[in-house]
């Protein structure tokens, strides 16, 4: 069964989105058709460049003021703890590009298998939201790639070209396309859409739906920035 999952490194829900949608599978037990998962990026915040912006600053300026960043930031840094994640919005996140991000993303889909891209996807998310790391700095990147066993020379030199630009932007554009607005979105065998962080049970039961009634199927979930995922 192919899934489609798309995504951005910087969206706290689709973290806990991912781990929850792995629990979902668990709760299948043997049940659990063989998945075929696929990433697609998708940018949050298109006009975000590579200088860093103090992360709480950014969202200070988008939400209303630093009293409504902090209680946006808490209850979903707790929602995430509780899902066993390390979310931290203490260690000085910044806003950047996430371009390079997922062209590393690209490449490791390119160039290792399935669970390289898991690996480098949790190195992208752990280095932003658990230690405040820059996604758009070279040196973060190299790490996170190699958590998926992608050498240091060759992500620098994707990095200092062009190459993965095109096919991240087509990923983004085909997002459009389909009128995905809000991530995560997790599209279940090219019928089931399931729109944010939903609960494990919820991920569950799409894929026993789409395993048991061949055939188009309605989206579900919302647009909403939230357990619902972040929109734009």
Not at 7 to 24: A, N, Y
Not at 69 to 96: H, K, N, S, W, Y
Request: charged share 20%; hydrophobic share 45%.
């Amino acid at each position: 069964m192919r899934i489609d999952i798309w995504s951005d490194v910087v969206c706290p829900w689709c973290w806990i989105g991912k781990h929850r949608f792995q629990r979902g599978v668990e709760l299948l037990g043997a049940d659990a058709p063989p998945l075929e998962i696929h990433w697609h990026a998708f940018q949050l915040d298109p006009d975000a460049g590579p200088a860093p912006v103090p992360l709480r600053d950014a969202y200070a300026a988008k939400f209303g003021g630093p009293e409504r960043t902090a209680q946006i930031l808490g209850q979903t840094q707790a929602t995430a703890r509780a899902e066993g994640l390390p979310m931290d919005f203490d260690r000085g996140q910044v806003r950047v590009t996430t371009l390079p991000a997922h062209r590393l993303m690209w490449l490791a889909a390119r160039e290792g298998d399935a669970q390289a891209v898991q690996a480098v996807g949790e190195a992208l998310f752990r280095a932003h939201f658990a230690e405040g790391r820059n996604l758009a700095d070279p040196r973060t990147l190299a790490d996170a790639g190699a958590a998926g066993g992608l050498e240091a020379a060759r992500i620098e030199t994707m990095l200092a070209s062009d190459e993965g630009l095109a096919e991240v932007r087509a990923q983004i554009g085909q997002a459009r396309a389909l009128g995905i607005t809000a991530v995560p979105t997790f599209v279940i065998d090219g019928r089931y859409a399931v729109q944010g962080g939903q609960a494990p049970e919820v991920f569950a039961q799409a894929l026993r739906q789409a395993a048991a009634e061949p055939g188009p199927a309605p989206a579900a979930g919302d647009a909403a920035c939230g357990p619902d995922g972040c929109a734009v």
